[in-house]
């Protein structure tokens, strides 16, 4: 690193952090879904990726409608993310209906059976958007950066994705710890057959957060519209690091997730700056399956294994 | 004669069904089809030895590994490490910089064969790595996991993540591995053009006959007793956990020999074929594997070979005339197969062919059940074969 002064690489190392926090954002987005599903119900759901692609063509959509009324164009996001949670929560809520919840008791079939449906949600994606990658018109207001001083960019659409992922985080803890409905999800998780006895209706409780997880996903996907296009694939390129960052936190575990995913995105995007891209990947993901493989049940558990 | 008729051909039904399959892949495929054709068919029961490696770890022993890639890949690679040494001699690469070394490591200005690549000229070495080194690897991420009581989706999802690291290495460390392209363009095994007909011919029987030995191999651990335990710490792993045995051992074994069963349909992959690429290494083949052995049934090899043999006749005819269908339809079918017949084309042929056969024939009954594995409901265990124990 001979080549840089001191400021400068302080510089360097804040905005490889940054993009850092831009990762983990997409991460925390998707794994919040992911580890309520996951940690709720034991289900693995491999389409995940694709609601985060509903949600980020939704919000495509809804951008290309806004370009038709000038008067909306800069607040027409805020109504795209309630778009994108719906549009996810609404399809996700048939998917539970149709498929998932006929196969509970058989968990290594459902990740097949989700699979599939990623699939055709893949296809689907492609016959109604094409194969190319397509990307909302953003506001005024996201684009450009903040620059506090020479030489520090800080991307704008960067900070309001993370500030995005801070307020949904808190209206996910809020739902989770401080409700009614959030009490009885969490009765559920640790005791179904208990949880049925006192009249909680489980099924509903099931359909209800599955739901819920595809239309945090679907967030996560109008979230990702301001800092990358949106392909067909785009989702499922996230699902399996998605999923280590859910069982390296711990499933069930919201603040293990957070841990989980701002360790393996710092990792990443500052080993990124001295190694290849690719590189940074293999030995974050390499340690991150060395930790589990000594510690199986995660950073965070909060329940033994069964 | 009895017990080795029952133990490795699974009773009168078993043989029976073995002489089918072996008289469709000796016989008829080779009558029916020309060479290119054949050789397609070749390469699809490479995939076959992958379905049969999942039939035992995951119909009987009750392990989705969602990884099956990493080991098809690993022989895969090693096979062709061997063949691109052997095309690389310094005579046909004399116009690189550094001559004797294959071309995709001169692109990446590597001047010294890596010291990993060396035991790769020997064909001895070769064949043992084939199968060792798959089998160790496995060995290391089995005890690793079921050592520490890993199972079921988190397995499933480990093995995934192992997928998706071996790819992202084998494509970023081109100079060694020959990057997103692969290994391509290998030619002769110890100086025998594989590339000829007459070659193809005699590796699709190699092939098929390798086929036929694991399937034989994997009935015989079914039928002992063995299978039995699998199948029984698939159904209820505590209790065998409490019966004394040591279950992870078990996990292991079963692993292991799916592993080095799927090795050896990699390595023979990459002599039919002719190259390797990490296109069969990660996430998605690897899943694509495991629909073989469902359309097929987890519980059955002879199923699984079919299909994996229709899956890929499905493939090869979607994708070339309705190349958007293909997608779509390979989704109902991993939807379809979980929810509609778990069991697979051999479920539904012991449910309803077989009862009207048995009915025409009068036999003798041979009762068989069909098994949904279920985590919590009990369920019987198919047993085809009377007792011989």
Redesign the interface.
């Known amino acids: 690193m001979g080549g840089y002064s001191g400021s400068e690489l302080v510089d360097i190392f804040t905005m490889q952090a940054f993009a850092g926090f831009s990762l983990f954002s997409v991460f925390v987005l998707m794994a919040l879904g992911l580890a309520i599903i996951f940690g709720q119900m034991g289900v693995i759901n491999m389409a995940h990726g694709e609601f985060l692609t509903i949600g980020a063509y939704s919000t495509v959509l809804m951008s290309k409608v806004a370009e038709h009324f000038p008067a909306i164009t800069n607040v027409y996001f805020f109504f795209a993310v309630i778009v994108a949670f719906l549009v996810a929560f609404i399809v996700g809520y048939l998917c539970e209906l149709l498929i998932i919840r006929h196969l509970y008791k058989r968990p290594l079939d459902t990740l097949l059976a989700t699979w599939g449906l990623s699939l055709i949600m893949q296809q689907a994606f492609r016959s109604g958007f094409g194969a190319r990658e397509v990307s909302a018109t953003l506001p005024d207001w996201l684009m450009g950066s903040w620059t506090p001083r020479e030489g520090l960019d800080i991307p704008i659409n960067g900070l309001f994705v993370l500030g995005l992922t801070v307020v949904l985080s808190g209206l996910v803890f809020i739902f989770l710890y401080r409700s009614r409905w959030g009490l009885k999800v969490r009765a559920t998780t640790q005791n179904r057959v208990m949880a049925g006895a006192i009249g909680i209706d489980t099924a509903k409780v099931d359909r209800i957060t599955f739901a819920l997880g595809c239309g945090i996903a679907g967030v996560a996907g109008a979230a990702f519209t301001t800092i990358a296009s949106t392909g067909p694939t785009s989702g499922s390129l996230y699902i399996v690091d998605t999923f280590l960052v859910v069982v390296f936190g711990g499933a069930g575990s919201l603040l293990g997730t957070f841990a989980s995913a701002f360790s393996i995105a710092q990792a990443q995007s500052i080993l990124g700056f001295f190694l290849s891209g690719s590189m940074a990947k293999v030995i974050t993901l390499v340690v991150v399956v060395g930790i589990l493989m000594m510690r199986p049940e995660g950073l965070f558990s909060i329940r033994v294994r069964k | 004669m009895n017990s080795v008729m029952h133990k490795w051909l699974g009773g009168r039904d078993g043989l029976i069904g073995i002489v089918i399959l072996a008289a469709i892949v000796f016989v008829i495929m080779p009558l029916a089809f020309d060479v290119f054709r054949l050789n397609l068919i070749g390469k699809y029961l490479t995939y076959a030895f992958v379905a049969i490696g999942l039939v035992m770890c995951?119909g009987y022993g009750g392990i989705?590994s969602?990884g099956q890639g990493i080991f098809f890949g690993l022989g895969g690679y090693c096979m062709a490490m061997f063949l691109k040494l052997e095309a690389s001699d310094p005579e046909s690469t004399k116009i690189q910089s550094t001559p004797g070394i294959p071309d995709f490591m001169d692109w990446n200005q590597i001047t010294e064969l890596p010291w990993f690549w060396q035991p790769f000229h020997s064909f001895t070495f070769t064949v043992l790595a084939v199968v060792l080194v798959p089998g160790i690897f496995a060995y290391i991420i089995g005890a690793?996991?079921f050592k520490?009581?890993?199972t079921?989706?988190?397995f499933?999802?480990?093995t995934?993540?192992?997928a998706?690291?071996l790819t992202?290495?084998i494509?970023?460390q081109q100079g060694y591995t020959g990057g997103i392209n692969g290994m391509t363009d290998l030619r002769t095994l110890l100086g025998w053009d594989i590339r000829t007909d007459s070659a193809k011919y005699i590796l699709y029987y190699v092939n098929a006959l390798l086929l036929f030995g694991c399937i034989l191999g994997a009935r015989a651990i079914i039928a002992s007793k063995l299978g039995k335990l699998m199948l029984a710490l698939r159904d209820r792993e505590d209790r065998v956990r409490f019966s004394g045995y040591d279950v992870a051992s078990f996990q292991m074994f079963v692993f292991c020999v799916g592993a080095i069963i799927s090795a050896i349909g990699g390595a023979m992959f990459t002599l039919q074929v002719g190259f390797m690429s990490p296109s069969f290494v990660g996430?998605v083949p690897s899943?694509e594997m495991?629909?073989f052995t469902?359309v097929g049934g987890r519980m059955s090899l002879i199923g699984s070979v079919y299909g994996a043999l229709m899956v890929n006749f499905g493939k090869t005819f979607f994708s070339e005339s309705f190349p958007?269908l293909w997608?779509?339809f390979?989704?109902?079918?991993?939807?379809?197969?979980?929810?509609g017949f778990?069991n697979g084309l051999a479920g539904l042929y012991t449910m309803y062919i077989k009862p009207r056969l048995g009915a025409r024939k009068n036999s003798k009954a041979v009762v068989a059940k069909t098994v949904?594995?279920?985590?919590?409901?009990p369920s019987t265990i198919a047993d085809n074969s009377p007792s011989n124990a």
């Open positions: 995951w989705l969602l690793a996991m520490r009581r890993v079921g989706v988190y499933s999802i480990m995934q993540a192992v998706s690291i992202i290495l494509v970023g996430i899943i495991v629909i469902a958007t997608l779509v390979m989704g109902m079918l991993y939807i379809g197969v979980v929810m778990p949904v594995p279920a985590e919590s409901a």
